[in-house]
């Protein structure tokens, strides 16, 4: 099962932004690379988009570029900030993860930790989204933890996207990194599909 994809000419005639424009974009880091997908067609190669992240994305470049320059937006889009270090009690006085949320994430991923990271405070602010959209429960929220935890600790990155499945009310996720289309069993149904680069930017622009 696949995201929904868009055409770059589609995308070009939707957004009424040029090709030199996206590629400009793409250059600039406002645009994530894996989001240019390359498929074949029957007229040849051509490059498609994840439809929904990819018209959020241009949406927000084309509303703020007048009062950012692209290195600011840049850094805004960035999905992670390795000089982040915050305290349990700075998160929770800015409002980016409830008491419960973060001591589910200090039981199963950070024991003992006093400072947390950028990729620290993303998980404790995706779980605490998950839990109050009452999307999963609380043990399907430590298994998120445990499996976020895991992926960016190998890969050091946060250009994933958590995919989380249940069926006959046994769940489980799994993160692809590269957009690759996926199939899951019959009758298994998908409970969530979050990207990291859009919880990141909503966690920049609402909190850091």
């Given at each position: 099962?696949?995201e929904?994809?868009l055409s ?5 005639e939707?957004t009424?932004?040029s090709y030199g424009?996206l590629?400009?974009w793409k250059r600039k880091?406002?645009i994530?690379e894996e989001?240019?997908i ?10 498609f988009?994840?439809?929904?992240r990819?018209?959020e ?9 007048e ?19 915050l305290?349990?009690e ?6 980016i ?13 950070k ?16 779980i605490?989204?998950?839990?109050r ?9 430590k ?10 600790k190998?890969?050091?990155q ?8 249940r ?7 799994f993160i692809?990194?590269d957009?690759?289309?996926?199939s899951?069993?019959?009758d298994?149904?998908i409970?969530?599909?979050?990207a990291?680069t859009s919880?990141?930017e ?7």
């Amino acid at each position: 099962m696949s995201e929904e994809l868009l055409s770059k000419k589609d995308l070009l005639e939707l957004t009424g932004i040029s090709y030199g424009q996206l590629y400009r974009w793409k250059r600039k880091d406002l645009i994530p690379e894996e989001w240019f997908i390359r498929k074949s067609t029957f007229t040849g190669q051509e490059t498609f988009f994840p439809k929904e992240r990819i018209l959020e994305r241009i949406d927000k470049i084309q509303k703020m570029k007048e009062n950012l320059s692209l290195d600011e937006l840049a850094e805004m889009f960035s999905p992670s900030v390795s000089e982040l270090s915050l305290r349990k009690e700075e998160i929770v006085k800015r409002g980016i993860a409830s008491e419960t949320a973060f001591n589910l994430f200090l039981e199963i991923g950070k024991p003992g930790v006093e400072q947390f990271t950028f990729e620290a405070v993303l998980t404790v602010y995706l779980i605490e989204k998950l839990l109050r959209s009452g999307d999963i429960n609380l043990e399907e929220a430590k298994m998120v933890i445990q499996v976020t935890n895991d992926y960016f600790k190998r890969l050091n990155q946060t250009n994933g996207e958590l995919i989380i499945v249940r069926k006959l009310g046994i769940s489980t996720c799994f993160i692809m990194s590269d957009g690759t289309d996926f199939s899951i069993e019959k009758d298994a149904k998908i409970i969530k599909r979050v990207a990291f680069t859009s919880v990141s930017e909503e966690l920049r622009t609402n909190f850091l």
